[in-house]
């Protein structure tokens, strides 16, 4: 059962302009959304999160938007750059119930082209 | 460089084996966690440690097991391998407690099993 799906295994975009990740979730205890980036031969970095209780968080340019309604997060990338080429995952944790594991989604892979 | 160290980087045996994946927090940090991400798979979470203890535990399969030493440093056993434990193992560390913190990856351990 998956509880954190990324239904886009692949996305292409081009150098400027915005790319939107999407990730859904099935378990309402969920109420801490992170997203890592993920290169080749490395382990996944932290690039940002979102508790439950706010439904926009921005960094740079990087922003990630919570429909808790919908069990929807996304995160936007504005402007898009070459280096932004990875495999981004969707995760979620159900801090609540006294644990910070982490459920990833299978993850989505973007590419940035000139 | 997040500060998770891990060796080996590369583990290759046969079925049946017995190997030993080993993970060295952050400095600082309390809590380790596993996952295991096969291939095209998003990061699976197997069991979490905090502070030499149990915290939690995920889809961990019996033939694996796992502990935290005094001096926070954790390790994975997997016996009785099988051809489809072949993945890539992740440690993350985060500094644990009540609040939630992300999570930092080490730069994983990739094992074959033939």
Known sequence: ?????????????????????????TNSMFDYFLWYKKYPAEGPTFLISISSIKDKNEDGRFTVFLNKSAKHLSLHIVPSQPGDSAVY?????????NTDKLIFGTGTRLQVFP | DSGVTQTPKHLITATGQRVTLRCSPR??????YWYQQSLDQGLQFLIQYYNGEE???GNILERFSAQQFPDLHSELNLSSLELGD???YF???SPG????????????TRLTVL
């Open chain 2, 91 to 93: 440690c993350a560390s």
């Open chain 2, 27 to 32: 400095s600082g940090d309390l809590s380790v």
């Open chain 2, 97 to 108: 407690g009540s609040s939630y913190n992300e999570q930092f990856f080490g730069p994983g």
């Open chain 2, 86 to 88: 072949s993945a890539l």
């Open chain 1, 1 to 25: 059962d998956q509880q954190v799906k990324q239904n886009s295994p692949s996305l292409s975009v081009q150098e400027g302009r915005i790319s939107i990740l999407n990730c859904d979730y």
């Open chain 2, 55 to 57: 915290r939690a535990k």
């Open chain 1, 89 to 97: 995952f969707c995760a979620a944790s159900p801090l609540r119930i």
